[in-house]
């Protein structure tokens, strides 16, 4: 059974857990991150996904793993696409479904 509860998003973690508990402003961790305020903002305010170059940033400043960052994108990721209705009416292929098509 699929949640219908989105997974967090991982800028919200960033900002929470890690931000917040360090008291780092975005400025001053976009310094260290050497990324631009507007990009880490755009993570940590949920507008802009963290990529895989960010996650290494992020490993290298906060020693959280960079796959641990690209896991929980990718959870968000697959879960706004499958309840964004944009994807629908698609069927399995299957060497009877490739047969119809000829």
């Given at each position: 059974m699929e949640n219908n509860m989105p997974p967090v998003h991982p800028g919200s973690i960033l900002r929470e857990d890690i931000l917040k508990e360090m008291k780092l402003s975005v400025t001053t961790a976009a310094i260290n991150l050497q990324v631009s305020r507007k990009q880490l903002s755009e993570v940590v305010n949920e507008k802009a996904a963290i990529s895989a170059e960010m996650a290494?940033?992020?490993?290298?400043?906060?020693?959280?793993?960079?796959?641990?960052w690209l896991d929980m994108q990718k959870?968000?990721?697959?879960?706004?696409?499958?309840?964004?209705?944009?994807?629908?009416?698609?069927?399995?292929?299957?060497?009877?479904?490739?047969?119809?098509?000829?």
């Open positions: 290494v940033r992020l490993e290298d400043a906060f020693g959280v793993n960079a796959e641990f959870a968000y990721d697959i879960w706004k696409v499958k309840h964004s209705g944009r994807v629908h009416g698609i069927r399995r292929i299957s060497p009877e479904v490739i047969g119809q098509a000829s």
